[in-house]
């Protein structure tokens, strides 16, 4: 059943959310703060181990900001919720893994829900684009996030311009991990969430907690926060770690109890 436009699946530790708003999937402020509340209700819940975010339909992933919703009042400084637009602009602790399955256009907020995510699928006529520009509206979470995954110079003119990115060209910078057929995204994102719930998940936590506190620092004082985190530290004193080196040496496969 939706709420707000959001569909959400569990499938053991795999949670599925998926936006089913036609016809562009665009997000108001009610999906927004829904979006927020499925998010961290999977940031704190110890069964769900990874999310795959994805569209319904075939031609749009997400449109990003509903301007309906603008155009009758709602402001785009408006509470979107504690993570922001969509829920993964800036969300609290959320350091388990998350894969886009992108089945169509992804612009505006749509496009910064996906540089939200960890992995990225893309089907192959997907396509991206930040067009605030020809609205007057800064696209923030955008603008910080992307000069961390791609060129500078690529992505001011990407910025600037609003122009679109297809899913070729998204592979060649590194936006996209996969680019598969369409109708293809949410199988692939599944068979990576697969091999990504049965991992160790303790490890998750401290890669996240890792590459986002080390992301603009030197080397060597890197080191020194990798000492401080508190999912590093717990890692380094688990049950899992010796059950690891067990496995290894037994030639079987680990069985991890994430303690």
Known sequence: MSDHGVLTRSDGAILEVTLDRPKANAISLATSRRLNDV????????????????????????????????????ES???????????????????????????????????ELVLGTDIIV?????RFALPEINVGVLADAGTIKLRRRIPYHVAVEFLMTGRWMDAQEARHWGLANHVVPTGGSLAKAREIARQLAD????????????????????????????????????VLRSEDLKEGARAFAEKRKPKWRGR
């Open 39 to 74: 998010f961290s209700a999977f940031r704190d819940d110890p069964q769900l181990r990874v999310a795959i975010v994805t569209g319904a339909g075939s031609r749009f992933f997400c449109a990003g900001w509903d301007l309906k919703g603008a155009a009758a009042g709602e």
């Open 77 to 111: 400084d408006s509470d979107w919720g504690a993570g922001g637009f969509g829920g993964l602009n800036h969300p609290r602790n959320l350091d388990k893994p998350l894969i886009a399955a992108v089945n169509g256009i992804a612009c505006g907020g749509g496009f």
């Open 122 to 126: 893309m089907e192959e006529h997907a």
């Open 199 to 234: 991992g160790p998940p303790l490890l998750f936590p401290a890669i996240k907690q890792l590459l986002r506190h080390t992301e603009m620092v030197a080397e060597h004082p890197a080191f020194e926060l990798h000492d401080a985190l508190s999912a590093v530290q717990k």
